[in-house]
C-alpha cells in the first residue's frame, strides 16, 4: 500500500528479443568478385565510395566489375527491388554512409537484409554513430552473440563538409575495414593477370 509520501520507480530498460541472423557465407579468395556498391545519396557518400574504390584497388584488389546503385532516400531502407538486383548482381557489397541518426539506421538495415540474401556486406559509418550502428544490428538479431555479428566500417566524423582530398583519406581508412569485413579469416589475393574490371 502507497501512502501519500511514497514515490513508485519504474524500471525503463527492456529486453529486445530478437531472432539471431547468420551473416553470409565468405569466399576464400578475393579473386575476379563483383562488388556491388549503394550509395543512400547524402552529400558525398557517392564521392567516398568511389574513392574506396580507388583506395581497394590500389592496394591490389581487383574486381570483375563493379556496379554502382543508389537508393531514393537516405532516411530509408534500400527498396526491396535494389536489395534484390545488388544480392542477384554481385558477390560482396559497399555501402554508405551513416554520419547521423536516420541514415545510420537505414544503412545497417541494408547491410541485414543484404548479409541476409547471401551478401557480405561492409557498411560506413562515422565514428560519432557507431554506437547507434550497433544498436541498429542487435536490434536486427546481428550483434554477434552466439555467432559472427556484422562489423561496421567505421572511419572518422564528418564526412559531407569534407573536400575530395579529405575523402581519399577517409577511403583509406575504410578500403582495409572493408576487406576485412568480406574475408574474416584473412584474404589470398591471385595475381591479377588477364583481370578485366567493368563499371557499371
Known sequence: MMTSDSVRIYDPRGVVEVEQSPLAPRARE???????????????AAKLLRATVRALEAGGTRFESVNFYDKEHFSSDASPEVIAAIA????????AIGDCGSCTSSCV?????????????????????????????????MAGLEMAGLEMVVVAH???????????????EAAPQACD??????????????????VV
Do not use: Y
Open 30 to 44: 578475393m579473386v575476379r568478385l563483383r562488388l556491388g556498391v549503394l550509395s543512400n545519396t547524402k552529400w558525398n
Open 88 to 95: 542477384a548482381e554481385n558477390d560482396v557489397a559497399l555501402i
Open 109 to 141: 538495415n541494408d547491410g541485414v537484409r543484404l548479409e541476409q540474401a547471401g551478401t557480405p556486406a561492409a557498411v560506413i559509418v562515422t565514428t560519432e554513430f557507431e554506437h547507434e550502428a550497433r544498436l541498429q544490428r542487435e536490434a536486427r538479431g
Open 158 to 172: 564528418p564526412i559531407s563538409s569534407l573536400t575530395l582530398e579529405q575523402l581519399d583519406d577517409r577511403a583509406a
Open 181 to 198: 569485413i568480406w574475408f574474416p579469416a584473412g584474404h589470398t589475393e591471385r595475381p591479377a593477370d588477364n583481370a578485366t574490371h567493368s
